[in-house]
């Protein structure tokens, strides 16, 4: 009976640390202040996206970056222009 309770409770303790996940703080601007900030988050997904005017063409320049669940360190999706 003793095993099996020690059994038990080390099997509980190693489920808990496998779950205890990290994503990470949240990436900082790439390039200064940022003209805008976009978050989006659904469910563990999340993203933020940062937006920098260019004045000479008149687009947004963006960098995105996301972490798919509590376990998934933040990274690089896309980088990009839009008018």
């Known amino acids: ?3 099996l309770l020690f059994l038990l409770l080390l099997l509980c303790s190693c489920h808990s ?3 205890d996940c990290d994503r990470g ?5 790439p390039w ?5 900030t976009t978050w989006y988050e659904d469910h563990e997904y999340m993203s933020i ?3 920098y ?3 000479e063409n008149n ?3 963006y960098k995105r970056y996301v972490s798919e669940d ?3 360190e933040w990274h690089p999706d896309s980088e990009g222009w839009e008018k």
């Not at 703080?25 to 601007?29: A, E, G, H, L, R």
């Not at 200064?32 to 805008?36: E, I, K, L, V």
Request: proline share 14%; glycine share 4%.
């Open 49 to 51: 996206t940062y937006w």
């Open 17 to 19: 640390s496998v779950l």
């Open 1 to 3: 009976m003793k095993k």
């Open 59 to 61: 687009e947004m320049h």
């Open 25 to 29: 703080n949240i990436p900082s601007p």
């Open 53 to 55: 005017f260019n004045p």
């Open 70 to 72: 509590e376990c998934d």
């Open 32 to 36: 200064g202040t940022p003209s805008d």
